[in-house]
């Protein structure tokens, strides 16, 4: 259901895709432009392997669903959440389904075209071997739902908030940063790398691209969507946990 919703616009999507590839082509050149300053490589990148992250990046922006969502907190302010409550299937994962579905329409129509333009205009610098891919696919997923698994928090909090807009801000701008969607985190320093290695934001974008590209492999790549899979336990128990507590002390007025 979620696949066939998101399915129905066409024209979003459309645009999305557009303005994705025009972002790909400003920060892969930006990234193309600051290797070169930093003398041919930087942080393990050379042109094209910096080039080929910027646009892995945009293609996944939309599938990990990086900016977020807000329709749970919404039905939490309006009174809806009481619907959900009352259907005979669990909320966290029926909303969970519908992302699933969402992401896998955006993969292609949202996540292709950008790559499709970094390999004519810059190149892309990807593995020859299935391998990568397979364990890249399973990264993935686990991105997606370590993603809405963080989101499903943060919506969450609609139960004690009257306004999520200051708690939406810094979810987004932590998320952006600490994820590696503007730059890889392997450019941080130590002391903000090892900071982001303590949240799950790693694992939306920096752990599938490095499966991906084969920057991590064998045990390393395995070590890594460990770690996803650790976050995606523990942020789902802690999203049942706190659903729980807040729907304990839900009042609808009306109806």
């Known amino acids: ?13 459309a645009a999305g895709a557009f303005t994705n590839t025009i972002f ?32 892995l990046a945009q293609a996944l922006l939309a599938p990990v669903n990086v900016f977020g969502w807000q329709e749970l907190a919404l039905r939490i302010r309006t009174g809806d959440i009481s619907i959900d409550l009352a259907r005979p299937v669990d909320p966290q994962l029926a909303f969970m389904a ?3 579905g969402r992401a896998a329409y955006s993969f292609i129509p949202r996540g292709a075209p950008p790559l499709l333009v970094g390999a004519l205009v810059t190149g892309l610098a990807l593995p020859a071997t299935p391998l990568p891919y397979l ?12 993603s809405f698994s963080c989101l499903w928090l943060m919506n969450l909090t609609a139960f004690w908030l009257l306004d999520l807009r200051g ?8 998320c952006t940063f600490l994820s590696g969607m503007v730059v890889p985190i392997h450019w941080f ?3 903000l790398a090892t900071a982001a290695a303590w949240t799950p934001f790693p694992s939306l974008i920096q752990t599938p691209i490095d499966v991906i590209t084969a920057r991590a492999e064998g045990t390393d790549a395995l ?6 899979a650790l976050w995606l336990s523990g942020l789902i128990i802690a999203g049942r946990l706190v659903f729980r507590t807040g729907a ?3 009042v609808v007025q009306g109806g």
């Open 189 to 191: 320093p130590e002391w």
């Open 223 to 228: 070590m890594l969507i460990g770690t996803q």
């Open 248 to 250: 304990k002390r839900l």
């Open 135 to 146: 364990l890249a696919a399973l990264s993935l997923l686990l991105a997606v739902m370590v």
């Open 98 to 100: 519908a992302d699933l």
């Open 167 to 174: 708690v939406t801000t810094l979810y987004m701008v932590a």
């Open 1 to 13: 259901m979620g696949f066939r919703r998101w399915s129905t616009y066409r024209l979003a999507t």
């Open 24 to 55: 790909g082509l400003i920060k892969a050149y930006i990234t193309i432009g600051a290797i070169g300053a930093a003398g041919g490589t930087l942080g393990g990148y050379d042109a094209v392997t910096g080039a080929t992250y910027a646009w």
